[in-house]
Every structure is written in structure tokens, then in C-alpha cells.
């Protein structure tokens, strides 16, 4: 054998050798130590006390933090409510200032017809004619109202209710109660249930009793 062939075989009887005695990493590796945060059974039970207060600290902090939320979302849904109201209110009433223009026009129609004598009707053809134009005005008119929910107070008869009318004058002597309404001025106008207008109005004024001027005198038998 020749001295190249003793070398390499040498190298190769070594390399063998070698490779058996160098551990295999692909089918031993090296296990890294437990990580306490991923066993949290048990970390607690490992943490010094201070680490155990700063925990206690945190979950305060996070209840803290949960009821502002809570008292936020709360509080925007109280603003939905709120804004939602009133939306509704202004669609509600848009048409409120309009109407206060247009009562004096149905007043105006009312004295119209109030002003014509019904005599003179039969009579006179074309008064009579000025008369159901006039009528079917305020008919429409009234019409226009009742969609607009506007409703007429017109409270003849009724108990006085200073919610709804406006007592101008008593009238005394009418057989009635004290307080009924005898007389309608001006009718009322009601939206919905948000008054336009008051109904101005005279009541009845009750009679003072009269006076028993003989005193009563109890007799002893």
C-alpha cells in the first residue's frame, strides 16, 4: 500500500469515528426551559408578592375602565334617545307656526257666515250663493286642519279649564254654575296636544246666597 492510501485511509477511519461520537441535533435536540407565563395554573404560585400586587392593580384598573365604558355607551345612548325626541318633535310641530297664521284667516270665515242672516239667504240668490262659497272655504280649511291634526275648541257649555281658555268677563245671573263656559269670543285651536291658541271665553258667575238675616235662635223644651 502506498503512502496516499494509508493517508486516506487513515482520514476515513477517523471521519467514522468522529461522526459516531458527535451527537445527532435533528434526532436529539435541546429542550428549552418551561416559560411560566405559558402554564398560568401555576405561575401565580411562582410569583413573588409584589408581582401578585401589581396584578391586583391591573385588574382594578380594568374593572375602573369597564364601568367608564359602560357609563359612556350609557350616556350616548341617552343623546340617541334625546336627539331622536326631538326630531321627532320638530317634525311633529313643523307646520305649528303656519297654523298660528292661518287661524286668524279661519276667524275671519267664521264671522263671515256668522254676519249673514239666514232670512236674507232665501231671499237674495246671489248672497246666498256668496254664502256656500264662503262655507266650502271653510270647509277645506277645516279639512286642511284635521290632517295637520288641528283640532277647534269651540267650549260653550263646558267646565272652564284655564288650560285650554281664557276667561275675559263673568257673566252673572245665567242659571249656571260658577265656572261653566256661557259665552265663546274666540275659539281655540289645539296641535296635536300643544295648544296654538286659547279659546277666549265668558263664565258664569255663581250667585251669592242670600243672606239669613233672622238668627236661629235653639229652643229649650
Request: hydrophobic share 40%.
Amino acid at each position: 500500500m502506498s503512502a496516499q492510501q494509508e493517508k486516506n485511509s487513515a482520514r476515513n477511519e477517523s471521519g467514522e469515528e468522529t461522526g459516531a461520537r458527535q451527537p445527532d441535533a435533528a434526532r436529539d435536540p435541546i429542550k428549552p426551559a418551561a416559560d411560566p407565563v405559558d402554564n398560568p395554573v401555576n405561575a401565580g404560585a411562582d410569583m413573588p408578592f409584589e408581582a401578585l400586587g401589581d396584578m391586583s392593580a391591573l385588574q382594578a384598573e380594568v374593572a375602573a375602565l369597564k364601568d367608564q365604558l359602560l357609563r359612556a355607551v350609557a350616556e350616548t345612548e341617552n343623546t340617541r334617545r334625546r336627539l331622536t325626541r326631538e326630531r321627532d318633535e320638530t317634525a311633529k310641530y313643523a307646520a305649528a307656526s303656519f297654523a298660528k297664521e292661518m287661524l286668524d284667516v279661519a276667524d275671519n270665515l267664521h264671522r263671515a257666515l256668522a254676519a249673514i242672516p239666514a232670512e236674507a239667504l232665501g231671499a237674495d240668490g246671489s248672497l246666498q250663493a256668496l254664502h256656500e262659497g264662503v262655507s266650502a272655504t271653510e270647509r277645506q280649511l277645516d279639512a286642511a286642519f284635521t290632517r295637520q291634526n288641528i283640532k277647534r275648541i269651540w267650549p260653550e257649555g263646558e267646565k272652564f279649564d284655564s288650560n285650554l281658555h281664557q276667561a275675559m268677563f263673568e257673566v252673572p245671573g245665567t242659571d249656571k254654575p260658577s265656572g261653566t263656559v256661557v259665552q265663546v269670543l274666540q275659539a281655540g285651536y289645539v296641535m296635536h296636544d300643544r295648544l296654538l291658541r286659547p279659546a277666549l271665553v265668558g263664565v258664569a258667575k255663581g250667585d251669592p246666597k242670600p243672606a239669613n238675616d233672622t238668627p236661629h235662635v235653639d229652643t229649650v223644651a
